[in-house]
């Protein structure tokens, strides 16, 4: 298991000095997990690692994308991802994503 130090490095070097990473031929991270039980500080470690790196930090409810319209949530995904691809830097921070896909077998009624 990483230290706090090297995670948070990991996290936060490609957001401060992404052209470092360019000049070595490296494609930075497109995004990170985060999971955990409700209140173990997932929300907590993205907003620090936003403000170290000074990016946006962009907080969505996944619930928040999902319509009953076809097509309508594809395209509150597409708006959402336009809108953080022009606040980059960013971290876009989706909560609830268990909301949108519970786990399997759940819904089964007997």
């Given at each position: 298991?990483p ?14 000095s ?5 000049a070595?031929?490296v ?8 999971h ?16 170290a ?9 996944a ?15 597409a ?20 909301s ?11």
């Amino acid at each position: 298991m990483p230290s706090g130090e090297a995670l948070l490095a990991s996290l936060i070097a490609p957001l401060r000095s992404p052209h470092v990473l360019a000049a070595l031929g490296v494609r930075p991270l497109g995004g990170v997990l985060l999971h955990g039980p409700a209140g173990c500080g997932k929300t907590t470690l993205a907003r620090y690692v936003a403000a170290a790196a000074a990016a946006n930090f962009v907080e969505v409810p996944a619930a928040a994308l999902i319509s009953s319209t076809v097509g309508a949530s594809e395209r509150n995904l597409a708006r959402l991802l336009g809108a953080a691809r022009a606040a980059a830097p960013c971290i876009l921070f989706l909560d609830g994503l268990e909301s949108l896909a519970p786990v399997r077998g759940a819904d089964t009624r007997r």
